[in-house]
Structures are given as structure tokens and as C-alpha cells.
């Protein structure tokens, strides 16, 4: 397996695939050598481990809050999940679409290994749908429609200590539809020397999130706004389980990272930035790093314009005067908001431009000024 694999290397087949998935699927298939391509007729079936059967050969998926009950020979709604004579089985385990090397800055993670290589990767498939998801070739497709190499999860552990990665990053499309993988993937890197993250939108049951939660370094969650509506009408999910997912994950002691998206005119007011950062301060406290990120136009929301910096930098403010000591900016590369700054003292400690870490003063995980602990997973 090469790092240079990128998600334009693995095309999506779209117009092939929609053919492909015509085509009989043989439950019992062989998987396909490690590196190879999985082929759209032959894609690997694993029965997933969150689901109850119901009568008359039914199952109702226990993965994510839409809780999908799907008659045989149908799929849940993010279409890489499937019932199978009363079976619910994965389409996606093992099968990476795209697999690629990434600075891990750009998850964005800057309390995690800063400057370290991530070997990233992801399946086909998406729970919710994001007008403006920057991935959707991948997100909005059904695993048949998109090219991918037969990668288990201890091929992808082995990868990343052969070249040396100390982090293995589930990310890109949503990795709670992969979460059978994702665990696996995470139990491989132990003993490997190489540290789990996940980059995900948190729409995910409890059981399933604290089931693989031990296993995991360091959670991202995707905020995507602080509101139901938004949620409702753009994303196809909803806020209140996302909120709860944050919260487990802050009290498992997992390095927990928030990124909220500003789009213009959609969840950027100040009311709702304000609210947010008050959720953030009162139910996980101020040490929680929340970035800011600038929106630019994308797949269904290509009618709007980029986040001006002035909304950024008044988030920005908020967040900081709410009492949030690690607040970033994202995507305006250059800008004082992507580095990190001592709360105790005001002592840049580490200087970031875009993805590049250009200095990192901390000792120990302290400030090197007043001694004031930085949390984060720095060794
Ligand atoms: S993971 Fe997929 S199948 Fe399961 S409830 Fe969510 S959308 Fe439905």
C-alpha cells in the first residue's frame, strides 16, 4: 500500500456503479487480496454488531439515531448497511476508499501530536446529509459506486507503523457507518505503537460509541451548528443526540476536539455562536479546543459565499469572552487564530500557518513562561 493514494486516485465509479449494483453480490464471496480492489459484485459482508432482529425478518439498526428498520434484502439510509435474510450486515469493512497521509492540523486536531503524519482513510457512506459536505463523492454513494482496496484493519495498523505514522485517523466521509472497522482498526494499533482518532459528526447511539470509545486517542466532533432547525434543514440529522455524544466523550477522558463550520447566514449569528460557546463552557468546561472554520462554497451550497473573516473573527471573540481558553480559527491560513496561546499567560506556544506547524514551544505539555498545563496528547 502506497500513502499516496488519494480519493481522485480511487475515482468514483459512479456511472459503472450504478450499473455494478445491479449485479448479484454473493454473501459468502472471498475477500480480495490486501491492496486489491474490491470489486462492486463481490463487496465484503460482515454482520454488524449494532442491530436486533424483528419479526417477519426484519432488523432495526442500533448504530445511529435514525435507528433504521429495514426489511430483507433492503439497506439503512446511508446505504453501506444491508438485511440479508434477517442478517444486518456492513458492505464497507475493509473496503477503504481512500486512504492518504494528511497532517493531522488538518483534521483539524491542534492538541494532538502537533505537525504529526495521520494515515487517514475512509469507506463509502454517510448518516446524515450535509448540503454543504465537502466529501460527498464519497459521503452521498453507495459503496458500489465508488472504487476501494480490500484494506482490513490490521493491514492499515501495519501501514502506518511501516512508515513510521504514529496516528491512524477514520475520517473523510463518516466513520459511525464504518464503526465495525473503525473498532478493529483501533483494537490493531494497539501494540503497534500507533494512536487511534476519529473525525466524525457524533450521530451515533451510546452503546456503540462507549463500546469503542476505550479503544480511541482523540475524538473530533463536527458541531455543525447549535441549532435544531439547522440540523433539520441542511444536515438531515438533529442536534440533541450530537450534544449527548459530546458529553460522553468528555467524561470518558478521551482528547475531545470541537469544529463548527460558520456558514453565512445559516448558523453564524452572533445569538447562536454565543450559545454554543456557553453549552461548550458549562457542560464540558474551557479547556475543550473549538475551532471556527471558514465555509466556502460546495456541493448544494454553492450559492453562498465564503465566512467573512469579520464573522470568524467575532466568533472568535465570543468564544474567548465566554470563557473558552482554547478557541481557533480555521481555513484563513496565516491568522493569529490558528496558533496556540497560553491562557495563563498569553505566550504563543505553538505557531501554526494553514496545516504547517512552524514552532512549538511546549515542555512537557506545559507553557515554557508560567508553567501553566496545556491539555492535549503532546507525548
Ligand atoms: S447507521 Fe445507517 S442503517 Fe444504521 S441507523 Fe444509521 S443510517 Fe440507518
Same mark, same amino acid.
Given at each position: 500500500m502506497t500513502a499516496a493514494i488519494t480519493r481522485r486516485?480511487?475515482?468514483?465509479?459512479?456511472?459503472?456503479?450504478?450499473?455494478?449494483?445491479?449485479?448479484?453480490?454473493p454473501a459468502d464471496a472471498a475477500p480480495p487480496a490486501v491492496g486489491a480492489p474490491v470489486p462492486a459484485d463481490a463487496l465484503p459482508a460482515r454482520e454488524a454488531s449494532w442491530y436486533r432482529k424483528l419479526p417477519e425478518g426484519r432488523v432495526e439498526c442500533q448504530l445511529c439515531p435514525r435507528g433504521c428498520q429495514v426489511a430483507d434484502a433492503e439497506r439503512g439510509a446511508c446505504g453501506v448497511r444491508e438485511n440479508r435474510g434477517g442478517t444486518y450486515t456492513t458492505l464497507v469493512y475493509g473496503a477503504a476508499c481512500t486512504v492518504h497521509v494528511?497532517?493531522? !492540523?488538518?483534521?483539524?486536531?491542534?492538541? &494532538?501530536?502537533?505537525?504529526?503524519?495521520?494515515?487517514s482513510f475512509a469507506t463509502a457512506g454517510c448518516n446524515v446529509e450535509c448540503k454543504f459536505c465537502q466529501n460527498w463523492e464519497i459521503s452521498q454513494f453507495r459503496p458500489e459506486q465508488v472504487a476501494a482496496l480490500w484494506l482490513p484493519p490490521e493491514a492499515l495498523a501495519a501501514a502506518a507503523r511501516q512508515k513510521g505514522?504514529?496516528?491512524?485517523?477514520?475520517?473523510?466521509? !463518516?466513520?459511525?457507518?464504518?464503526?465495525e472497522y473503525v473498532r478493529d482498526a483501533a483494537a490493531a494499533c494497539r501494540g503497534a505503537g500507533v494512536r487511534p482518532v476519529v473525525v466524525s459528526n457524533g450521530y451515533i447511539q451510546e452503546r456503540p460509541?462507549? +463500546?469503542?470509545?476505550?479503544?480511541?486517542?482523540? &475524538?473530533?466532533? +463536527?458541531?455543525?451548528?447549535?441549532?435544531?432547525?439547522?440540523?433539520? @434543514?441542511? &444536515?438531515?440529522? @438533529?442536534?440533541?443526540?450530537?450534544?449527548?455524544?459530546? @458529553?460522553?466523550?468528555?467524561?470518558?477522558?478521551?482528547?475531545?476536539?470541537?469544529?463548527?463550520?460558520?456558514?453565512?447566514?445559516?448558523?453564524?449569528?452572533?445569538?447562536?455562536?454565543?450559545?454554543?460557546?456557553?453549552?461548550?463552557?458549562?457542560?464540558?468546561? #474551557?479547556?475543550?479546543? &473549538?475551532?471556527?472554520?471558514?465555509f466556502h462554497p460546495t456541493y448544494r451550497l454553492t450559492n453562498l459565499p465564503p465566512t467573512p473573516l469579520a464573522t470568524l473573527e467575532r466568533s472568535w471573540r465570543i468564544a474567548?469572552?465566554? #470563557?473558552?481558553?482554547?478557541?481557533?480559527? #480555521?481555513?484563513?491560513?496565516?491568522?493569529?487564530?490558528?496558533?496556540?496561546?497560553?491562557?495563563?499567560?498569553?505566550?504563543?506556544?505553538?505557531?501554526?500557518?494553514?496545516?504547517?506547524?512552524?514552532?512549538?514551544?511546549?515542555?512537557?505539555?506545559?507553557?515554557?513562561?508560567? #508553567?501553566?498545563?496545556?491539555?492535549?496528547?503532546?507525548?
Open positions: 486516485d480511487l475515482a468514483v465509479a459512479a456511472c459503472a456503479g450504478a450499473a455494478a449494483a445491479l449485479l448479484p453480490r494528511d497532517p493531522i !492540523e488538518k483534521k483539524p486536531f491542534f492538541h &494532538v501530536l502537533p505537525g504529526a503524519p495521520a494515515l505514522v504514529p496516528l491512524l485517523a477514520a475520517t473523510y466521509s !463518516e466513520p459511525v457507518v464504518f464503526w460509541l462507549r +463500546d469503542v470509545l476505550p479503544s480511541l486517542a482523540a &475524538v473530533k466532533v +463536527d458541531l455543525k451548528a447549535f441549532s435544531e432547525r439547522f440540523y433539520r @434543514e441542511v &444536515v438531515r440529522g @438533529e442536534l440533541k443526540p450530537v450534544l449527548k455524544t459530546i @458529553e460522553v466523550i468528555r467524561a470518558s477522558g478521551c482528547w475531545l476536539e470541537i469544529v463548527v463550520l460558520l456558514i453565512p447566514g445559516l448558523n453564524d449569528s452572533e445569538a447562536e455562536v454565543r450559545a454554543l460557546a456557553r453549552w461548550v463552557k458549562s457542560n464540558l468546561g #474551557g479547556e475543550v479546543p &473549538v475551532h471556527f472554520t471558514r474567548n469572552a465566554e #470563557g473558552l481558553a482554547f478557541a481557533y480559527l #480555521g481555513n484563513v491560513p496565516g491568522h493569529p487564530g490558528e496558533s496556540t496561546s497560553c491562557p495563563g499567560c498569553g505566550a504563543r506556544l505553538i505557531h501554526r500557518i494553514g496545516f504547517e506547524v512552524l514552532e512549538n514551544t511546549l515542555k512537557g505539555g506545559r507553557c515554557p513562561t508560567c #508553567g501553566r498545563t496545556i491539555p492535549g496528547v503532546w507525548a
